[in-house]
């Protein structure tokens, strides 16, 4: 690669001496790895598998090493050894070749006399990044946050795509209101109807009437500039849910016209600006509760497991949306079920409502066989949590089970817990429990999407005027997105509202945001 030189900062915020040009000729190497920090090298670009093993080592913290081996080199604010020797130092081969060291999985101190020992079969290729224009195409170009690589090192995760590239870091936005009817999403849907959900919506108006609003809907809602626009502000994916009727159902009771034509669309539109799309089944026939509802007081009853046929219509949907986008390139993966209310124990005798923990185990384990034998490895499948993810710490871990991700969703409107986020102690408390849940979800081993979240907080203090209200919003929205560091990515709950509500439209809460707090 050719070396170049700039002074300042390039255009993504990074304070910057010299790089190495990649072998696109728009990215460059840009990150190594010692005990989860970041750092920066200067020599020739070069693919991590054409390491020898030799290369390896395990490195201490900087202290050790600086009062070890004093006779070292600073680099890019950081320090280096001169030469190897008898496996104390690190070779100065794996300084120029951006190796990707990796740091102890516990906390103990390593001794830098430690024997070098080879990577594992799951190996990083070197971070890239686009420094003239990121939207250019580039399959190696990629962003994980610097917290998210070392914990993806520490767990042994292949972050890589079929191509060997390293996957990107997940920045989205739901697509909520679009095929099912949200009456905070689309008002204007339920007016003068009395209808609270689509069911009531559609015995209120009558199937013809319903199901041709239903069509001018679907045709306007969201239009290829929605997609132009997520681009523009720094987003990659959308969650996009989707009914159980989404290939159309002609019952007695009720009759649904088909999305797929508009699934189709949204496919296209999200391939033409570089989006990739993670279809969600979010609806299924009973109903599978809602696991973001408190726990006392639900607003969804759960009936699903109860139906005669609703596992099946389930597993049918899944099985036909795997077979008809599996192999699109846009499609990030499937969701199998969303937030289902599940029962968990809350005493010695008692269980909560909701469904059995081995149903939905069951079923999740069936759908992964269906979906999976359309969509190759690279495509991710994905499992609500269900507000409970340490109930999950020993499920699918056979072999066969490739690129499983756990969702979970941080909502802090309705948390019973919550604090009034205009006091420091109210927006601490709320950060930190964002934190621990995903610390608590991280340990179960699975990569872990935040599914849901929004800038919708408790706000007790009638004095906040509502630009007062709007600021300490996005406070709060900055504060959350730092908090999910540590998360494979991200979806914003949503992207558009017919009112345009600052807290839960992208639009409003993402769009003032810079790109470098939103990445």
């Not at 599940?342 to 069951?362: E, W």
């Amino acid at each position: 690669g050719k070396k170049l030189r700039r002074g300042g900062g390039d255009p993504n915020g990074f304070l910057i001496s010299s790089f190495t040009e990649g072998s696109c000729g728009k990215c460059i190497p840009e990150f190594g790895f010692r005990a989860g920090y970041a750092f920066r090298f200067e020599p020739v670009w070069e693919s991590v598998d054409r390491n020898p093993a030799s290369e390896w080592d395990m490195l201490s913290f900087c202290g050790p090493w600086r009062k070890l081996r004093p006779r070292s080199r600073a680099q890019n604010g950081m320090r280096f050894p001169i030469e190897a020797l008898n496996g104390k130092y690190i070779p100065v081969s794996c300084e120029k070749t951006g190796h990707a060291f990796r740091s102890p999985t516990s906390g103990a101190r390593v001794h830098l006399g430690a024997p070098s020992r080879a990577p594992s079969a799951r190996t990083f290729l070197p971070l890239l990044r686009h420094f003239v224009d990121r939207s250019v195409a580039c399959p190696h170009a990629r962003v994980y946050s610097k917290r998210y690589f070392s914990y993806a090192i520490r767990c042994r995760l292949d972050l890589r795509d079929s191509k060997g590239a390293v996957m990107e870091r997940i920045l989205g936005v739901n697509l909520s209101g679009w095929f099912i009817p949200e009456p905070w999403v689309t008002p204007s849907l339920y007016a003068a109807t009395g209808a609270s959900n689509a069911a009531e919506l559609q015995e209120a108006m009558g199937t013809a009437a319903y199901n041709e609003r239903m069509r001018r809907h679907y045709e306007t809602f969201v239009s290829e500039d929605d997609f132009r626009r997520m681009a523009q502000i720094g987003l990659n994916a959308v969650r996009l849910p989707v009914p159980w009727y989404a290939f159309g159902s002609q019952e007695s009771d009720a009759s649904y016209i088909s999305v797929v034509d508009y699934i189709d669309r949204a496919i296209e539109w999200a391939d033409k600006y570089n989006i990739r799309v993670l279809l969600d089944l979010a609806t299924v026939p009973g109903g599978q509760g809602d696991s973001n509802d408190s726990p006392t007081t639900p607003e969804v009853v759960a009936e699903w497991h109860s139906s005669t046929n609703g596992r099946h219509v389930a597993l049918d949907v899944l099985e036909r949306l795997a077979e008809r986008y599996g192999e699109a390139e846009s499609l990030l993966g499937i969701e199998l079920l969303d937030t289902p209310q599940m029962s968990v124990r809350k005493s010695l005798f008692a269980m909560t409502d909701g469904i059995p923990a081995h149903y939905l185990r069951n079923f999740y384990r069936d759908a992964y066989e269906l979906v999976r034998s359309y969509m190759p490895e690279d495509k991710i499948v994905v499992f609500s949590s269900s507000g409970h993810p340490s109930e999950w710490k020993h499920f699918m871990r056979g072999a066969k089970y490739k690129n499983v991700y756990m969702d979970l969703h941080l909502y802090h409107y309705r948390d019973e817990y919550a604090l009034d986020i205009t006091s420091p102690r109210g927006l601490t408390t709320a950060i930190s429990r964002n934190k621990r849940e995903l610390k608590e979800a991280i340990s179960t081993g699975f990569p872990v999407l935040v599914g849901e979240w929004s800038g919708a907080a408790i706000f007790a203090n009638s004095s906040v005027t509502p630009e007062g209200r709007n600021a300490y919003e996005r406070v709060f929205i900055a504060n959350q997105l730092a908090s999910f560091a540590p998360a494979a990515g991200w979806f914003f709950q949503t992207w558009k509202t017919e009112k345009r509500i600052a807290a839960w439209d992208a639009r409003a809460a993402l769009g003032t945001l810079e790109r470098g707090m939103i990445e």
